[in-house]
């Protein structure tokens, strides 16, 4: 269900964790972010996505600034790499991950790590999925409808928690980690995520709160009640119009 921006921003609900956690950044209007989604570096199959994903308030949601040094995690085409770029303008940097394995299995996820790293403020990484080589101090690292492949078969059964850890350890002191993936139905176990390519929101939360971090906010910006959650995300039926959970984890100081 299509919603106005006035609605969507509505939707970000904030959720005190702890008396001494440090001051969140300033929450930028969802129109803060207009000269970011217009930038040229996004090509006009990006820009004619924004209103489905929900490009702007999701920038807003995980407190990005210009400046910020932000890691992509499991790129995919580099949708959320261009926007980033352009956020974080000149001052900024952003790195790209595209995990060794994925580059191995579809020569396109290479191909999309080559093009972003061509943008001045990108470097790319090519690890493999178990070991990130993310750069310290970073302001955020962000992933979208990413995470659940962590736990897919042919990848070891710690792979998220190295992946956490690895997250954790880049993360500068109040540094945020925001995560969107497809809703599985509640008290799923991780199997979904390899036969649905879903994953059940509390997991993630247990699974990220075991590397340390604290729950932030959550949002039901990406929410839709019309989705079973009981199809896999490729499925014709449900393909784009998945249910999906917003994040925001925060590294305690």
């Known amino acids: 269900m299509r919603?106005?921006?006035?609605?969507a921003a509505s939707a970000l609900v904030a959720i005190s964790t702890t008396a001494f956690a440090p001051a969140p950044l300033p929450l930028q209007e969802p129109s803060a972010y207009a000269a970011?989604?217009?930038?040229?570096v996004r090509?006009?199959?990006?820009?004619?996505?924004?209103?489905?994903?929900?490009?702007?308030?999701?920038?807003?949601?995980?407190?990005?600034?210009?400046?910020?040094?932000?890691?992509?995690?499991?790129?995919?085409?580099?949708?959320?790499?261009?926007?980033?770029?352009?956020?974080?303008?000149?001052?900024?940097h952003v790195t790209a991950w595209q995990p060794a394995e994925f580059i191995g299995f579809q020569a396109s996820y290479g191909e999309s790590l080559n093009a972003v790293d061509a943008l001045p403020n990108v470097d790319?990484?090519?690890?493999?999925?178990?070991?990130p080589e993310f750069p310290a101090g970073l302001d955020l690292v962000f992933t979208?409808?990413?995470?659940?492949?962590?736990?897919?078969?042919?990848?070891?059964?710690?792979?998220?928690?190295?992946?956490?850890?690895?997250?954790?350890?880049?993360?500068?002191?109040?540094?945020?980690?925001?995560?969107?993936?497809?809703?599985?139905?509640?008290?799923s176990d991780l199997?979904?995520?390899?036969s649905l390519h879903r994953i059940d929101i509390e997991a993630v939360k247990r699974?990220?709160?075991?590397?340390?971090?604290?729950?932030?906010?959550?949002?039901?910006l990406l929410a839709d009640p019309a989705d079973p959650r009981t199809a896999s995300v490729f499925d014709p039926s449900i393909r784009g119009k998945t249910s999906?959970?917003?994040?925001r984890f925060r590294k305690p100081a």
Do not use: C, W
Not at 72 to 88: C, E, L, N
Not at 191 to 194: E, G, I, L, N
Not at 207 to 220: H, M
Not at 244 to 247: A, D, K, N, S
């Open 3 to 7: 919603r106005s921006l006035l609605l």
């Open 36 to 40: 970011a989604l217009a930038d040229p």
């Open 43 to 92: 090509p006009a199959e990006d820009r004619a996505r924004d209103e489905a994903r929900h490009t702007a308030e999701t920038l807003a949601f995980a407190r990005v600034a210009p400046g910020h040094k932000i890691a992509d995690m499991i790129i995919g085409g580099g949708y959320f790499t261009r926007v980033f770029s352009a956020a974080a303008g000149p001052e900024g």
């Open 124 to 131: 790319a990484i090519r690890s493999p999925i178990g070991a």
């Open 144 to 187: 979208a409808q990413n995470y659940h492949d962590l736990h897919l078969a042919p990848f070891p059964a710690d792979t998220a928690a190295k992946v956490n850890a690895a997250v954790f350890r880049a993360l500068k002191p109040g540094g945020l980690y925001v995560i969107i993936d497809h809703h599985a139905v509640a008290g």
């Open 191 to 194: 199997a979904a995520a390899d």
């Open 207 to 220: 699974e990220v709160a075991a590397a340390g971090f604290v729950l932030e906010a959550e949002s039901d």
């Open 244 to 247: 999906q959970f917003m994040l």
